[in-house]
């Protein structure tokens, strides 16, 4: 079955074509235009997709090297994400569809990242623990198979890629703020500064960034405001490391608590290489599975790949193709 894959959640636009699980082309493209706003400017964000959609699709269709009749089904994104955004990718897909002929089925994004790591190990089985880590969500899920999965925990307030991202905003680095934290932090002490890492020490799967990101405001202010040079890499460098343990504690939490001894990290935080090498470091009695760092970010492939799935099990009816910007996984 050929797939083809739209994906317009956020700020990327993206498409990809997938056939019998292996993904023939992944375009993505990437909207700079919002670094100057220091955040997603959602208005900004729909216009930027309808403008690039068609020239995406096209572009995945032609590096597959496959023509538009020889696609099976649109696989679409249909939360969580922007209303808007969404609306757009949503649209296209219909009307892409109705033009061919063919099935159009909307697909869970949050849930598309963690399929994302069958595209990396397809030898990856059931069950496995997924720590989510995007810019609105911070989860850890048991998954025990496809549609079925169990949450053990989550975020009470900010995500980590918004941690990331405020960060990055209070210190003048820009956005995204996860690959420019990253880089300020290069070369930095991360012991240098100790930042709060909410419910460390408790035996609870939650999660809690919003205080960190107040205390680096309060450090910034008390500093008087600007921070560069080493002072900024050491900074930065702390306040990475303190996200990372709170991750890394409440994965290794849930893999005593579930005995479940194979996880994957998915969402674009699990592009941060620190986190990727601490986890080896510091998870043992586990093996932790990273899919590569295009995989992680926003991409289209994951949405291809886990729509064959589900269309492959039978599941391409028009009604879900409805924009839900909160949508929720089940479990
Ligand atoms: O999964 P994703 O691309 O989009 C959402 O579904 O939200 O995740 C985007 C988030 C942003 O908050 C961004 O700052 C963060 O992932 N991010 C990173 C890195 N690359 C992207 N965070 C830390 N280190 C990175 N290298
Ligand atoms: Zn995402």
Redesign the pocket.
Same mark, same amino acid.
């Given at each position: 079955m050929t797939v083809l894959g739209i994906e317009t @959640?956020?700020d990327?636009t993206a498409s990809a074509v997938c056939r019998d699980g292996t993904i023939l082309s992944s375009v993505i493209s990437s909207q700079t235009i919002h670094a100057e706003y220091g955040g997603v400017v959602p208005e900004i964000a729909s216009r930027e997709h309808e403008k690039y959609m068609t020239s995406i699709v096209e572009s995945a269709l032609e590096r597959a090297n496959i023509g538009k009749e020889t696609v099976d089904a649109i696989a679409v994104t249909r939360g969580p /994400?922007l209303m808007g955004a969404l609306l757009t990718g949503v649209s296209f897909a219909k009307g892409l569809a109705q033009g061919l002929d063919i099935p159009c089925l909307g697909v869970n994004?949050i849930e598309a990242?963690i399929f994302a790591n069958f595209i990396a190990y397809p030898e990856l089985n059931y069950p496995f623990l997924c720590l989510l880590? @995007?810019?609105?969500?911070t989860q850890i899920w048991e998954v025990r198979g496809l549609g079925d999965y169990k949450l053990l925990g989550e975020t009470r307030d900010d995500?980590?890629? %918004?941690a990331? +991202?405020k960060g990055?905003r209070i210190l003048g680095l820009g956005f995204?703020? /996860?690959?420019a934290? %990253?880089q300020a932090a290069y070369g930095g002490n991360e012991k240098a500064i100790e930042f709060p890492q909410a419910f460390l020490k408790s035996d609870t799967i939650e999660f809690s960034f919003s205080g960190l990101k107040t205390a680096l405001l309060y450090y910034v202010r008390e500093i008087s405001g600007t921070v560069t040079g080493t002072k900024l890499s050491d900074v930065a460098a702390s306040y990475q490391q303190a996200i990372i343990d709170v991750l890394l504690s409440k994965l290794r939490q849930a893999i005593h608590q579930t005995g479940i001894q194979s996880a994957v990290i998915a969402? /674009?935080?699990a592009?941060?290489?620190k986190?990727r090498q601490h986890a080896e470091v510091k998870i043992h009695d586990c093996t932790v599975l990273f899919p590569t760092?295009s995989l992680?970010? +926003?991409n289209a492939a994951m949405v291809a790949f886990l729509g064959e799935k589900y269309l492959l099990r039978g599941g391409a009816t028009e009604t879900n193709l409805a924009v839900v910007p909160n949508l929720r996984l089940a479990g």
């Open positions: @959640s956020c990327e /994400g994004h990242h880590v @995007s810019g609105g969500h995500a980590a890629g %918004e990331f +991202d990055a995204p703020g /996860g690959p934290i %990253e969402g /674009g935080v592009a941060n290489k986190l760092s992680c970010t +926003d």
